[in-house]
C-alpha cells in the first residue's frame, strides 16, 4: 500500500447515533436494505448531503456502494466496500476521496449499521460512522501547519451533524423497508 493509501492508527472522527423503530427486530433485514437503497431514497436520507449513491462490484467481486456527499463543506467521494451484509449488521469499509482547497486528500471511512431488539415490537437502528487518516492525510496537516487536533475538531462537528441528519432519515427507510415485508408475505 502506497503512503498516500496507508491508514495511520488515529481517529480522525466518530460519531454514533441511535433510534428507535416500530418494527420488531425479526422484521428488519439491512443486508437486503441496504444494497436495494436507491439513488433518490439515499440524497432523501441526508437534504442536501447526500448527492449520489450506486452499487457495483469490486475486482476481487465484493459489493460496492459508491456514495458521494458533502459533510462539513467538504466532497467525498466513497468506496465503501461489504465487510458485513447481514440482517442485523451491516459494515462498510471505504478508502475515502476528500476534495480540499490543496486537492484530494484520503481517509478510511467504516460505516456501520445495526439493529438490535428494544421490545417485542420496536427495535434500536444505530449508525456509526469511524474516520481514521492516511499518513498522508496527516502528512498534508503538518506540511501546512495544522495541528491534528484542530483537523480532529472540525471534523468530529462536521460527522456528528452530518450523523444526525442521516441516522433519522435511514431508521425510517429501514423502518419503512420492513413494513413493506412484513405487507407482502
Known sequence: MSPTHEIADLVLAESTQSVDINVPLESIDLGTWLPQLTDTEYQA?????????????????????????VVGGVLLIQHYVAEILERHHCRMVSLSEAQTADGWQYQQVIWDLSVTALDADRSTFTNKILSRPTRAFVTHLEERGIPFEQAVEARKQAVEQHNALEAPSYAASVERAALNAQGSR
Open 45 to 69: 436520507c441526508a437534504v442536501p448531503d447526500h448527492r449520489a449513491c450506486g452499487w457495483s462490484r469490486n475486482a476481487a467481486g465484493k459489493l460496492v456502494s459508491i456514495n458521494v456527499e
